[in-house]
């Protein structure tokens, strides 16, 4: 059974990662807790464009830095 974690999860993978799992494991424990999601086509589209929309968002944030340093870098 292939599934998407949501989260990192010990001796399985990290958050974002697509793991194979026993089907009983993934079934009975992770889906329920809301830790994983099935690895439908539609789930691995959407969790492409919200990595994608994170790395737009993180690129932002550190240009924004980057430019706030350059200010901080002329005052005394």
Known sequence: MEIILKKDVQNV???DDVVSVKAG???NFLIP???AVLATES???MQAEEI???SFKEQ???NEATA???KFADVT
């Open 13 to 15: 993978g990290f958050k």
């Open 25 to 27: 494991y993934g079934r």
């Open 33 to 35: 807790q809301g830790v």
């Open 43 to 45: 789930n691995k589209k």
């Open 52 to 54: 994608k929309q994170s």
């Open 60 to 62: 932002k944030l550190r």
């Open 68 to 70: 706030m340093a350059a």
